[in-house]
């Protein structure tokens, strides 16, 4: 077991911001935390990390008690968090090494894990820059590049693509991806649930400090009842006629915002066809047509009542 | 990883242009304009021979006897120049000299302006002319005392000097402003704390995130702004003493081991605000201009007259106030020439010191935070 958290409670005077929390984290997954903002996420992370003190619970890092003191479990954890931490007076190759030389003191050995984390992240060109002269996503991908140049076993990722541009996301994401291929483990935070279920191959969902469900994706989407999302452009339909699909096998709900008529459904075949069928037999006049399994927003708002981006 | 971390914070320090800015830009600058406005004080107590036109239209053996003496010897009053009446007109119209006398069987003065040069001619002229009257009355009255008449001037006060050097009033702004320095290296106590504590700055969780023992850190790391401080008031005291000129004395070695112990007591200052105080950034730089503006404000940096009104009116101030301690320590070295009043001041530096380096360790040792 990578990270092993018991019963971990975490208060904040009347605020209990982690309420006895458990998780778990295999080696070589990618362990996503999943919940909306002030769920606890970043709480937790810094407890496991031994940042912040906590009323309850045991927390275990590569099977050993972690402390502030475990200097043997942190030179194995690599942290990226949400906000960036680097010296503007340094330049990009400089803040890596500076990082880096906090964890590995041999300089020749240095130089080499340097130069792969500034290629890792893209920034070959920008060595010489300092942060000020960095876009908001280069940025992002020097925070990322300082925090994981050591090669940890032990990646934690806090939010880092919070205000990054799609291109630099889909860079960040994909090289999470390629550092738990090389071997890392890692624990990623966020409230893009897209990313989350893009990424990770197991999901805790987190919503004021508790868990409410973890599993893969499939896992938790069987969870919920929700099937299917059927939307369909309409010009022009009655009551009647939403009432009568509403009546249809399966359906649980039908939502029309005077453009587009949301159906939804609990797992059953056909669902699309026989909603086609109806329409053709109305003849109802209508634009697009697509069906969407629930996501993981779906999820959250069976268990929870309330979206996930609330 | 001493090496590591002290050789990084240099680069950082150095490449910081607002903390070099008022750790050694501003004082310099300040340095400068004391320089400017003070620069004249010192040589306004001090007076130059006086040229002087002299018309002789009548033989005065006895002023031209005093005269001489009075324009003879290492520092002349005056330099006189024997002319003629239109001659004298000339000179004192051109300014070349402060006023022109006419010895006749009274004196007379001209001059055609007011100021220190023509004073000392009118006290001059009058101080003799009281002195022949006086002599005059006695030789009319008791003629047998004038053998035995004593004319040196009595004087009931005796001047004792109490340095070796020569004596500048305007030392005291130096000193503020040295003190004042020293205690702007606050600013890289504050610097270093806020990057060794996680709920200060995310620099500072990103270190306690690594496998380096915080304090060793912290310490490593005020190493090199304890550096770059003195260097930056090296500077600072070369610019005073090679480019403005300004005279420490013979004490420079103390002057400059009390830098050291003042610029550790800024330092440790400024940790001692940034880990005790709650608030961001801004408002414990702000604290900390404050602070020290007023220490040094109470110390005579502003005001000269301030240090002996605090010191007479209310004594205490001078105790607490660690500027203060630091400005009257180089006061002390300066002044006076036994050490006393100096090592007072530095004991109670040192104590202000040690309380504020070990109220810095007592937050900063906890390993873990109640809230980021």
Same mark, same amino acid.
């Not at chain 1, 803040?95 to 890792?120: H, M, Q, S, T, W």
């Given at each position: 077991?990578?990270?092993?958290?018991?019963?971990?409670?975490?208060?904040?005077?009347?605020?209990?911001? @982690?309420?006895?929390?458990?998780?778990?984290?295999?080696?070589?997954?990618?362990?996503?935390?999943?919940?909306?903002?002030?769920?606890?996420?970043?709480?937790?992370?810094?407890?496991?990390?031994?940042?912040?003190?906590?009323?309850?619970?045991?927390?275990?890092?590569?099977?050993?008690?972690?402390?502030?003191?475990?200097?043997?479990?942190?030179?194995?954890?690599?942290?990226?968090?949400?906000?960036?931490?680097?010296?503007?007076?340094?330049?990009?190759?400089?803040?890596?090494?500076?990082?880096?030389?906090?964890?590995?003191?041999?300089?020749?050995?240095?130089?080499?894990?340097?130069?792969?984390?500034?290629?890792?992240?893209?920034?070959?060109?920008?060595?010489?820059?300092?942060?000020?002269?960095?876009?908001?996503? =280069?940025?992002?991908?020097?925070?990322?590049?300082?925090?994981?140049?050591?090669?940890?076993?032990?990646?934690?990722?806090?939010?880092?693509?919070?205000?990054?541009?799609?291109?630099?996301?889909?860079?960040?994401?994909?090289?999470?991806?390629?550092?738990?291929?090389?071997?890392?483990?890692?624990?990623?935070?966020?409230?893009?649930?897209?990313?989350?279920?893009?990424?990770?191959?197991?999901?805790?969902?987190?919503?004021?400090?508790?868990?409410?469900?973890?599993?893969?994706?499939?896992?938790?989407?069987? &969870?919920?009842?929700?099937? *299917?999302?059927?939307?369909?452009?309409?010009?022009?339909?009655? *009551?009647?006629?939403?009432?009568?699909?509403?009546?249809?096998?399966?359906?649980?709900?039908?939502?029309?915002?005077?453009?587009?008529?949301?159906?939804?459904?609990?797992?059953?075949?056909?669902?699309?066809?026989?909603?086609?069928?109806?329409?053709?037999?109305?003849?109802?006049?209508?634009?697009?047509?697509?069906?969407?399994?629930?996501?993981?927003?779906?999820?959250?708002?069976?268990?929870?009542?309330?979206?996930?981006?609330? | 990883?001493?090496?590591?971390?002290?050789?990084?914070? =240099?680069?950082?320090?150095?490449?910081?242009?607002? &903390?070099?800015?008022?750790?050694?830009?501003?004082?310099?600058?300040?340095?400068?304009?004391?320089?400017?406005?003070?620069?004249?004080?010192?040589? %306004?107590?001090?007076?130059?021979?006086?040229?002087?036109?002299?018309?002789?239209?009548?033989?005065?053996?006895?002023?031209?006897?005093?005269?001489?003496?009075?324009?003879?010897?290492?520092?002349?009053?005056?330099?006189?120049?024997?002319?003629?009446?239109? %001659?004298?007109?000339?000179?004192?119209?051109?300014?070349?000299?402060?006023?022109?006398?006419?010895?006749?069987?009274?004196?007379?003065?001209?001059?055609? %302006?007011?100021?220190?040069?023509?004073?000392?001619?009118?006290?001059?002229?009058?101080?003799?002319?009281?002195?022949?009257?006086?002599?005059?009355?006695?030789?009319?009255?008791?003629?047998?005392?004038?053998?035995?008449?004593?004319?040196?001037?009595?004087?009931?006060?005796?001047?004792?000097?109490?340095?070796?050097?020569?004596?500048?009033?305007?030392?005291?702004?130096?000193?503020?402003?040295?003190?004042?320095?020293?205690?702007?290296?606050?600013?890289?106590?504050?610097?270093?704390?806020?990057?060794?504590?996680?709920?200060?700055?995310?620099?500072?969780?990103?270190?306690?995130?690594?496998?380096?023992?915080?304090?060793?850190?912290?310490?490593?790391?005020? @190493?090199?702004?304890?550096?770059?401080?003195?260097?930056?008031?090296?500077?600072?005291?070369?610019? @005073?003493?090679?480019?403005?000129?300004?005279?420490?004395?013979?004490?420079?070695?103390?002057?400059?081991?009390?830098?050291?112990?003042?610029?550790?007591?800024?330092?440790?200052?400024?940790?001692?605000?940034?880990?005790?105080?709650?608030?961001?950034?801004?408002?414990?730089?702000?604290?900390?201009?404050?602070?020290?503006?007023?220490?040094?404000?109470?110390?005579?940096?502003?005001?000269?007259?301030?240090?002996?009104?605090?010191?007479?009116?209310?004594?205490?101030?001078?105790?607490?106030?660690?500027?203060?301690?630091?400005?009257?320590?180089?006061?002390? @070295?300066?002044?006076?020439?036994?050490?006393?009043?100096?090592?007072?001041?530095?004991?109670?530096?040192?104590?202000?010191?040690?309380?504020?380096?070990?109220?810095?360790?007592?937050?900063?040792?906890?390993?873990?935070?109640?809230?980021?």
């Amino acid at each position: 077991m990578i990270v092993k958290v018991d019963n971990l409670v975490k208060r904040y005077g009347n605020l209990v911001a @982690l309420d006895h929390l458990n998780l778990q984290v295999n080696a070589g997954e990618i362990f996503g935390l999943l919940g909306p903002n002030g769920s606890g996420k970043t709480t937790a992370i810094n407890c496991i990390l031994s940042l912040l003190k906590y009323d309850k619970g045991d927390i275990h890092v590569f099977d050993k008690p972690m402390s502030p003191e475990a200097y043997d479990i942190k030179k194995d954890i690599g942290v990226v968090m949400q906000d960036v931490a680097v010296f503007n007076e340094l330049t990009v190759h400089d803040n890596i090494d500076y990082f880096c030389g906090l964890y590995i003191p041999d300089k020749k050995e240095r130089k080499k894990l340097v130069d792969e984390a500034i290629e890792f992240v893209g920034l070959s060109d920008y060595r010489k820059f300092y942060p000020k002269k960095l876009s908001g996503g =280069l940025l992002r991908r020097l925070n990322i590049a300082c925090g994981i140049a050591h090669k940890p076993k032990l990646i934690i990722l806090d939010e880092p693509t919070v205000a990054v541009d799609p291109q630099s996301r889909n860079k960040i994401l994909e090289g999470i991806v390629a550092l738990n291929k090389q071997g890392a483990t890692v624990i990623y935070t966020s409230h893009y649930m897209e990313e989350v279920e893009q990424i990770c191959s197991r999901i805790m969902i987190l919503d004021k400090g508790k868990t409410i469900a973890q599993g893969t994706k499939d896992e938790l989407k069987n &969870m919920i009842s929700l099937g *299917e999302k059927i939307t369909v452009e309409v010009f022009d339909i009655t *009551e009647t006629q939403l009432k009568e699909i509403e009546a249809l096998p399966h359906i649980t709900s039908v939502i029309y915002d005077g453009k587009l008529v949301e159906i939804r459904s609990t797992k059953s075949k056909n669902n699309l066809e026989k909603v086609l069928e109806y329409i053709k037999t109305e003849k109802i006049s209508f634009g697009k047509i697509y069906s969407e399994l629930p996501t993981l927003n779906d999820v959250f708002l069976e268990i929870t009542g309330k979206e996930l981006r609330d | 990883m001493f090496g590591h971390i002290f050789v990084y914070r =240099l680069k950082v320090l150095l490449r910081d242009k607002s &903390m070099i800015f008022w750790t050694m830009i501003f004082p310099i600058a300040l340095a400068t304009f004391f320089n400017l406005a003070f620069g004249g004080f010192s040589s %306004q107590g001090t007076f130059g021979t006086i040229p002087v036109a002299v018309v002789l239209e009548s033989d005065n053996i006895a002023f031209a006897d005093t005269l001489e003496k009075m324009s003879t010897g290492e520092s002349p009053m005056f330099k006189p120049d024997f002319v003629t009446p239109s %001659q004298a007109d000339a000179l004192l119209s051109d300014g070349k000299v402060a006023g022109t006398i006419t010895v006749a069987d009274t004196m007379a003065l001209k001059v055609n %302006q007011s100021g220190i040069s023509q004073s000392i001619l009118k006290i001059f002229l009058d101080r003799y002319a009281h002195t022949t009257r006086t002599v005059s009355r006695i030789a009319a009255i008791h003629p047998e005392s004038l053998q035995n008449m004593d004319l040196t001037p009595v004087t009931f006060t005796k001047d004792a000097p109490i340095t070796t050097g020569n004596l500048d009033m305007t030392l005291n702004y130096f000193y503020a402003l040295i003190a004042m320095a020293c205690f702007y290296g606050s600013f890289f106590g504050l610097e270093e704390v806020s990057l060794i504590q996680a709920n200060l700055s995310r620099r500072g969780a990103r270190l306690n995130m690594a496998p380096v023992h915080k304090l060793k850190a912290f310490i490593y790391s005020s @190493l090199a702004s304890y550096t770059i401080l003195i260097g930056e008031m090296m500077v600072l005291m070369a610019y @005073l003493i090679f480019v403005l000129g300004v005279n420490f004395g013979s004490q420079i070695g103390l002057i400059l081991v009390t830098v050291f112990i003042g610029s550790l007591a800024g330092l440790t200052f400024g940790s001692f605000i940034a880990a005790l105080v709650k608030g961001d950034a801004n408002m414990k730089t702000g604290l900390l201009i404050g602070i020290t503006m007023i220490g040094s404000f109470l110390s005579g940096m502003m005001f000269a007259e301030m240090k002996y009104l605090v010191q007479t009116k209310f004594p205490l101030l001078t105790i607490i106030n660690p500027v203060n301690l630091l400005a009257d320590a180089f006061y002390a @070295l300066y002044f006076f020439s036994t050490y006393n009043r100096y090592l007072l001041n530095i004991s109670g530096l040192l104590i202000f010191t040690v309380i504020f380096a070990l109220s810095t360790y007592w937050v900063i040792r906890r390993r873990k935070y109640a809230s980021l």
